[in-house]
T-cell receptor
Framework: ETGVTQTPRHLVMGMTNKKSLKCEQH?????MYWYKQSAKKPLELMFV???????ENNSVPSRFSPECPNSSHLFLHLHTLQPEDSALYLC????????????FGPGTRLTVT | GNSVTQMEGPVTLSEEAFLTINCTYT??????LFWYVQYPGEGLQLLLK?????DKGSNKGFEATYRKETTSFHLEKGSVQVSDSAVYFC?????????????FGSGTRLQVQP
């Protein structure tokens, strides 16, 4: 595998479920990001990790919980979501936080029923 | 704070037409500028970039010039193809503020008809 991969590609979950999104980057980068892309809205930055340390959290509800166990893996744990959380969740990585272009995964299309 | 403004879409063109998608920005430091493209059902891909004033980024026939005097980074292509149909995002990375992520515009959808 090369680049940035995300699993699953599609996820349907009920409001009481707990699920996790996974992101893996094979680029040797030190920074990883979670973005939310909703229909007809700008891309929203959710979290930034640099060398496995969370360095930015943009007022994201606590029902979204990120985890970065090492510089190659990033998770987004989901619980008690709302229908308005349905969106495309994109993971990205870059050599370091903020200064370089980011490389994106294909995204996970999440539907909350 | 930093912001990026793009022209609203959709932009609908016939094949081989000339494309311009406008992008202007506000930044407190010395930004690098990027254009990303998102094809249907996929994540964003870097299309081109420019890191300082008067730089021209180019890729796949697309070009954009970093204009500091007008704070703009307009995307152009001389002859679009149906395969260019996608959403295009302008973005900046501001080295001066320490903010650790890109600031994106809202995206412009391009539809190219045969």
């Amino acid at each position: 595998e090369t680049g940035v991969t995300q699993t699953p590609r599609h996820l349907v979950m009920g409001m009481t479920n707990k699920k996790s999104l996974k992101c893996e980057q094979h680029l040797g980068h030190n920074a990883m990001y979670w973005y939310k892309q909703s229909a007809k809205k700008p891309l929203e930055l959710m979290f930034v990790y640099s060398l496995e340390e969370r360095v930015e959290n943009n007022s994201v509800p606590s029902r979204f919980s990120p985890e970065c166990p090492n510089s190659s893996h990033l998770f987004l744990h989901l619980h008690t979501l709302q229908p308005e959380d349905s969106a495309l969740y994109l993971c990205a990585s870059s050599p370091s936080a903020g200064d370089y272009e980011q490389y994106f995964g294909p995204g996970t299309r999440l539907t909350v029923t | 704070g930093n912001s990026v403004t793009q022209m609203e879409g959709p932009v609908t063109l016939s094949e081989e037409a000339f494309l311009t998608i406008n992008c202007t920005y506000t930044a407190t430091g010395y930004p690098s500028l990027f254009w990303y493209v998102q094809y249907p059902g996929e994540g964003l891909q870097l299309l081109l970039k420019a890191t300082k004033a008067d730089d021209k980024g180019s890729n796949k026939g697309f070009e954009a010039t970093y204009r500091k005097e007008t704070t703009s980074f307009h995307l152009e292509k001389g002859s679009v193809q149906v395969s260019d149909s996608a959403v295009y995002f302008c973005a900046l990375s501001d080295h001066g503020t320490g903010r650790r992520a890109l600031t994106f515009g809202s995206g412009t959808r391009l539809q190219v008809q045969p």
